[in-house]
């Protein structure tokens, strides 16, 4: 159902992003580490959740044109440079949804594995067994780029209610991550379909009442435990055939912020 609700004279979030600005830094980032090739950003949240559409959506934005979606299982996406033979620097791990039951999807463990690098490219999770060091899967020494720099949870705006115990999940991923000390965001998607606000118009986006109440203490941040300023909206492309400038805007705020804090945690360890 469509949610109509008054919109807030003080938004959220204040002021809207600047796509060019944002879109320069994120193509000319690099980190400074000489042992660092790229920056991995691994995205983790229920199925359905958007995590395979939003790695999507920024190759899309990155080359200025829509590309063809990747696969599952624990692969590495890199970006290519348009009318190059190159990659940005920036990689994304998209780890399966964390299903409710605990005999299907992915395992907390896993992902932790995963965090410290320790899961090789192409490994298929297990969901009955977690990976062991004498796994052919297994990486026992991890370079500094095989490492996760940045952990986004990914839900959706329109789903109702978390499930307890996929909460459960994501909550022990994120205590690991605090233990790792690997910086963490969330990542709200599907705003397109979260209210009569963002529905007509994506910039209502901070004006929303119904998302502020879903980002803020009473919903989601308390949920994921994540702060209301590490929280980003946005809207992935899923069906449209040219980009649209608030949707590139928002996708690109939420990947400079991914940038900053990944960087900041490398250059800290
Ligand atoms: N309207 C809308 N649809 C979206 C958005 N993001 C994703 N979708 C749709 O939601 C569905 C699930 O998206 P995926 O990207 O496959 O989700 P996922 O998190 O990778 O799911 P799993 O790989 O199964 O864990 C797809 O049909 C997408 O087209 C969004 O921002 N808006
Ligand atoms: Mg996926």
Known sequence: QIIFSSALSDP??????????????????EPEREDIKHLRILLCGPVG????????????????????????????HKIRKEN??????????????????SDSGVRPDDIKLAMKG?????????????????DPGYNPEPSADDKVHVLV?????????????????????????RDLGIPQMAMITKIDEACGETEEN???????????QKVSMKDFSAAVG???????????????????????TLTLS?????IDFGDDFINKT
């Open 118 to 134: 320790h899961v090789k490219e192409g490994y298929k999770f297990n969901p009955v067994s977690p990976l062991s060091e004498a």
């Open 254 to 258: 939420a990947l400079r912020h991914m």
């Open 84 to 101: 190059s033979k190159t990659f940005y620097p920036l990689v994304f791990n998209d780890i399966m949804g964390l299903e409710e039951d």
């Open 226 to 248: 994540i702060p209301m300023n590490c929280i980003f909206p946005v809207k992935n492309y899923s069906h449209e055939i040219e980009n649209k400038d608030d949707v590139d």
């Open 12 to 29: 959220w979030r204040d002021p809207w992003g600047d796509k060019e600005v944002d879109s320069e830094y994120v193509k000319e980032y």
């Open 153 to 177: 949870c990914v839900l959706s705006a329109n789903s109702a209610e978390i499930k307890e115990s996929v909460l459960q999940k994501m909550a022990d991923i994120r205590e690991a991550a």
């Open 49 to 76: 959740s958007g995590k395979s559409s939003f790695i999507n959506s920024v190759s899309n934005i990155l080359r200025g044109r829509m590309t063809i979606p990747a696969l599952a299982s624990y692969e590495t």
């Open 202 to 212: 994506l910039r209502n986006v901070y004006k929303s009442t119904y998302l502020k």
